[in-house]
């Protein structure tokens, strides 16, 4: 398959590269940043553009893969393309593409960084399409990437996105605020590692309902005190820990 | 060494089988439930009680390892005792003990469930202890379970408690609110199981403020707004999507 990679960052990045491990062809990767084209491009052994007037215009599929905030305009000032057009963002209706003859959308559902390389056998791959014979296509080359291929409506696949704010997104922030509380009393944030793995592994096997822990469901009052006169005035800690420590709270009491 | 292990819930469990699998022996199992005890006790090859008067008064060892909240009541209501009294508290200064002529704290860092066994070698155990020759036991013992063994005072060992409650509690309780928004969409937790993983593992290799990625973390408003409006009214999604994602906008412009 003759594929045309329109994006640079981290999802191009990673996409990319497991699309020419599996064998495929990238003919052309576009980027506005010629830099960005090259370093990827070069990683792909393709071809780096930065002008959309160089798109080959007969390709058989483009992936547009750019920042979702960005992809409607930039959809709208592309060429005519016969190709497959799709898009590889959570968030965006397929109809956003419906100007092209044939259109769908390629999600990897995955956090990626273009440093790290993913497993993408394990990477679930949500599919959606205009009709029966672009679906046929995008399945086949997302079956050659994962284990883990299904459909998902546009609906779907926004629920699917905030959901993955919270588990992603929300829980790097914890992280990263527990980073910052450790730094302040001289530990290592390494010390955290088995407790975030062992809460990680957790709810591949039970359900999070049952997993929750800690003085909030627990309605461990006297801990839940000590801690907001630690984090007293000390924002965003203090609010942080307030409204969460309500969240399970209340939930702990509907139980 | 005689050990008495005072409590039955999730901290006792995991650390009474530890000790036991090392050949350690658990002379009592007190809990103030004798159902708790007997249950516990018969995984440890150990005798339940359930009145404070018949522990026994010559062990080496007593580890209490009730409620945070209980233990200082509890701690004033037990018999003398002449070996080492210490507690498995995050959040409880060592002090707590002094009434004791041998104390310490031997704080296993590391979330419980009963039903989950531990790898307890990758569990860091931080210790604390009113003199050199308590210290020595405890790190002889903690050594015997652990391979990540370390010193922490009281307030270092509070600081460390909050930042547990973000990176683990909290942490959960984003999967909860997940998997329930999933649950509204017809769709099954398990698609979040890769990204949890690779949440997870990117920051035992890089420091959380490097890793964060999403709609907040590159100010993309449109993607936000989208999210907001679905949330809208669905509490306490709402409040937390606003409340985070403001943090992590922050902390982004003050790069």
Excluded at 41 to 62: D, G, H, V
Excluded at 170 to 177: A, D, G, I
Excluded at 199 to 226: E, F, W
């Amino acid at each position: 398959m003759n594929i045309v990679l329109i994006g640079s960052g981290n999802v191009a990045t990673q996409l990319g590269l497991a699309l020419v491990k599996r064998g495929h062809r990238i003919s052309q990767v576009f980027s506005r940043t010629h830099t960005n084209a090259e370093v990827l491009a070069n990683k792909l052994s393709s071809k780096a553009i930065s002008c959309k007037s160089e798109l080959n215009l007969q390709a058989e599929l483009y992936i547009v893969s750019v920042k979702d905030d960005a992809l409607v305009e930039f959809i709208a000032d592309l060429p005519e393309l016969k190709g497959i057009v799709c898009h590889t963002a959570g968030s965006v209706d397929v109809q956003v593409l419906n100007r092209f003859d044939q259109y769908g959308v390629f999600y990897p559902f995955q956090t990626f960084t273009k440093e790290k390389q993913v497993d993408f056998k394990q990477v679930p791959i949500l599919l959606e399409a205009d009709n029966d014979k672009v679906y046929k296509c995008l399945l086949k080359l997302a079956e050659s990437l994962s284990d883990k291929v299904s459909k998902a409506s546009s609906q779907q696949r926004g629920q699917l996105h905030v959901a993955a704010v919270f588990a992603c997104n929300f829980v790097n922030h914890m992280y990263r605020l527990s980073e910052d509380l450790l730094d302040d009393s001289g530990l290592s944030f390494e010390l955290l590692n088995p407790l975030i793995k062992e809460t990680a592994d957790k709810v591949m096997s039970l359900s999070p309902r049952l997993t929750q822990t800690g003085p909030a469901s627990r309605n461990d009052q006297l801990i839940i005190q000590k801690h907001m006169r630690l984090l007293k005035g000390n924002e965003p800690f203090e609010s942080i820990y307030k409204n969460l420590t309500e969240s399970i709270l209340a939930l702990s009491k509907s139980k």
